[in-house]
């Protein structure tokens, strides 16, 4: 099993960065998939970004191409979510998920509210 705890949220203005940590339990984490997700009241929980389990390869939501980066750092069981130019759409709960193959756990999550 695996725990995850997202850091990082908060309050930043529009054209700001961020960067939220998702840190993993475990001696198995860097055999998952990861990946954060957003979402905000009354609408589904929306994929952002995955990073593959040795970090080689990585995907994006459109809406974030370009502004935000996944990165992982195995060795410290943490997974990280570069956002910059941001913007009053990007606020939402930010979660992180572990995949590996039908197995898969979701983080608690971390507001991030973009306002001036």
């Known amino acids: ?26 001696s198995t984490f860097s055999s998952y998939t990861m990946s954060w997700y957003r979402q905000v009241p009354g609408k589904e929980r929306e994929l952002v970004a995955t990073i593959t389990s040795d970090g080689g390869s990585t995907n994006y939501a459109n809406s974030v191409k370009g502004r935000f980066t996944i990165s992982r750092d195995n060795a410290k069981n943490t997974v990280y979510l570069q956002m910059n130019s941001l913007a009053p759409e990007d606020t939402a709960m930010y979660y992180c998920k572990a995949r590996r193959s039908s197995e898969y756990y979701w983080g608690r999550g ?7």
């Open 1 to 26: 099993q695996v725990q995850l705890v997202e850091s990082g949220g908060g309050l930043v203005q529009p054209g700001g960065s961020r960067r939220l940590s998702c840190a993993g339990s475990g």
């Open 110 to 116: 971390t507001q991030v509210t973009v306002s001036s």
